[in-house]
């Protein structure tokens, strides 16, 4: 073998030799879909050899962070959040993830309240000792209108107690109830879901993934997370696929 031959046939082994190199993807999420992605993260980069950087926070948090020129491959917001993002060049498409309701977080084995109805909702907060709500976060954003619509804000302004995650301090007895995603409140042993909030004042918030552009390791995230048995997991988690 002459010396062009050997220089190319070691080129070629050394290539094959090497390993691929794993991209470290960049992913911000609502902690609406913590439960999910923590338990599928494993599975991707296990699959795929990429890494993911992970930073939690509430939607609208995170979508001021990468307005502010935060480094992300790939976002799990709301829909509108995403779709801003997109408007503003910081995204560049948009794929439906999971939609949920509000849920009550009441403490493991306590009486479930009556939430048949409006009237019977309004009992429950003007009864509760301490009431524990994300405010920042799409629950707690849409309630204050609810509050304010019920008559209530100022009846119950001194009970209520923001806080990161509502199911976790309900579980930890800092609040009696608490408000928040379904997918949030399931984590924790010591805490349960009461109930759905009544139909006729209920918000359904959607969620989806905003991949940035350009971001291949992103888009197979997008594919990985958008599969049957992703949207499996989401639905154990709380949450309904879409």
């Known amino acids: 073998m002459n010396k062009c031959c050997l220089a190319v046939a070691t080129a070629a082994a050394l290539t094959l030799a090497s390993p691929v190199r794993a991209a470290e993807i960049k992913l911000l999420s609502t902690n609406a879909l913590k439960s999910v992605v923590e338990e599928l993260a494993p599975q991707f980069e296990k699959t795929t050899g990429n890494k993911l950087a992970i930073t939690w926070g509430t ?11 935060a480094a992300v491959d790939v976002a799990l917001l709301t829909d509108a959040g995403v779709d801003d993002l997109i408007k503003q060049g910081k995204l560049a498409a948009r794929t439906p993830i999971a939609g949920s309701g509000i849920g009550v977080a009441i403490h493991k084995g306590a009486p479930k309240p009556d939430l048949s109805s409006t009237e019977g909702f309004k009992k429950m907060l003007l009864s509760a000792k301490s009431i524990a709500w994300v405010e920042t976060g799409a629950s707690g954003i849409y309630l204050k209108g ?7 804000a100022d009846q119950i302004k001194d009970k209520l107690k923001p806080v990161k995650a509502a199911g976790e301090a309900v579980a930890n007895g800092e609040a009696e109830i608490g408000f928040t995603q379904v ?9 349960e879901v009461g109930g759905m909030l009544p139909a006729e004042i ?3 918030t959607k969620f989806s993934i905003g991949v940035a552009k350009d971001s291949k390791a992103g888009d197979a995230l997008v594919k990985f997370l958008t599969t049957p048995a992703a949207a499996a997991v989401i639905k154990a988690k709380g949450l309904e696929p879409r």
């Open 59 to 69: 939607a609208a948090t995170l979508k001021v962070e990468i307005e502010k020129g």
């Open 146 to 152: 609810v509050f304010v619509k019920l008559g209530v």
């Open 183 to 191: 997918s949030e409140i399931l984590p924790y042993p010591s805490a």
């Open 202 to 204: 209920q918000s359904i």
